[in-house]
Nanobody, 125 residues
């Protein structure tokens, strides 16, 4: 599975961005897809994830109510809609995938098999 992330950029606090992660290669219908971010000097953290088949989602506490993860089956693309962005959201955002036939979801970065190249999100105050 190859993942291509896009959509990052420089925005002001309060603005919105939508990140996209296009998957190619194998079908991802039995996969869990995640968005992670890594800020300078910090560990990579899972921001949101979605189980492709069921649509079950997870959000880290700091983005609940602001970010929405979704997927488009036809385009094999996962999106991360980010609203009310703040400087604390500044990071490189990565999409990742892991085969998950159980549909239970996968939480830790090391458990994900495939990674996109990352897209930089910078939020100015």
């Amino acid at each position: 599975v190859q993942l291509q992330a896009s959509g990052g950029g420089l925005v002001q606090a309060g603005d919105s961005l939508r990140l996209s992660c296009a998957a190619s290669g194998r079908t991802v219908s039995s996969y869990v897809m995640g968005w992670f971010r890594q800020a300078p000097g910090k560990e990579r953290e899972r921001v949101a994830s979605i189980v492709w088949n069921s649509g079950s989602t997870y959000y880290t506490h700091s983005v609940k109510g602001r970010f929405t993860i979704s997927r488009d089956n036809a385009k094999r693309t996962v999106y991360l809609q980010m609203n009310s962005l703040g400087p604390e959201d500044t990071a490189i955002y990565y999409c990742a995938a892991r085969y998950d036939p159980s549909g239970l979801g996968v939480s830790r970065a090391y458990e994900y098999t495939y990674w996109g190249q990352g897209t930089l999100v910078t939020v100015s105050s």
